[in-house]
Nanobody, 124 residues
C-alpha cells in the first residue's frame, strides 16, 4: 500500500519549534515532489511548503523565514522544521505528492487523497 504518514505534531507555546515528518511507505519518494498543507478550524486547506525531487523549495508567504522543508531520501522522509510558531499556525498538517510547473513544485496535490495528518497546536 502506497502511503505517506505524518507525525511530529503537538502542543507548543508561541515562539516554540516543532519538526514534522512525512514518511513514505510502499514507494520511494526520491523522485516525487512533496508538499505540506494545513487546515485550520473553520478554514480551507492551504499549501504551506513544497519541495521538488531535486530540492527546489517554495513556501507560503505566511511561513517564509520561519519554516524549512527538507528531505532525507535515505530515510524516505520529508521534514518540515517549524520555528517561531504562532497561534495562527494551529492546524492539522498533511503531506502529499504535489504537481510541479517547470522546475518548481506547486501547491496542487496530484490526488485529492489525504492521510490522517498531524495536529499542531500553538497556545500558551
Amino acid at each position: 500500500q502506497l502511503q505517506l504518514v505524518e507525525s511530529g505534531g503537538g502542543l507548543v507555546q508561541p515562539g516554540g519549534s516543532l519538526r514534522l515528518s512525512c514518511a513514505a511507505s510502499g514507494f520511494t519518494l526520491d523522485t516525487y515532489n512533496i508538499g505540506w498543507f494545513r487546515r485550520a478550524p473553520g478554514k480551507d486547506r492551504e499549501g504551506v511548503s513544497c519541495i521538488t525531487n531535486n530540492n527546489n523549495t517554495d513556501y507560503a508567504d505566511s511561513v517564509k523565514g520561519r519554516f524549512t522543508i527538507s528531505r532525507d531520501n535515505a530515510k524516505n522522509t520529508v521534514y518540515l522544521q517549524m520555528n517561531s510558531l504562532k497561534p495562527e499556525d494551529t492546524a492539522v498538517y498533511y503531506c502529499v505528492v504535489t504537481m510541479r510547473k517547470y522546475h518548481m513544485c506547486i501547491f496542487t496535490p496530484v490526488r485529492d487523497s489525504w492521510g490522517q495528518g498531524t495536529q499542531v497546536t500553538v497556545s500558551s
